[in-house]
């Protein structure tokens, strides 16, 4: 699954452990999310977008176009 997860995450400045906390999920699941190893469930992938501040299409452009956080 192509996302953005890791670019948006640097440019919040946000760590994985950081980012892992706020959207309450492991530190290696987010890092398996991050290359594409793993396809979040749209609730995960929604508080994902929510702690980065953005919204589901603007992390994961292709799958969830038209859903709305």
Sequence with gaps: ????????????????????????????????LEQGLKTPTIPIARRIAKALGCELNDVFPEEYEHSKV
């Design 1 to 32: 699954m192509k996302n953005r997860i890791r670019e948006l995450r640097k440019s919040k400045r946000l760590t994985t452990v950081e980012l892992a906390n706020i959207a309450e999920i492991s530190q290696s699941y987010l890092s398996e």
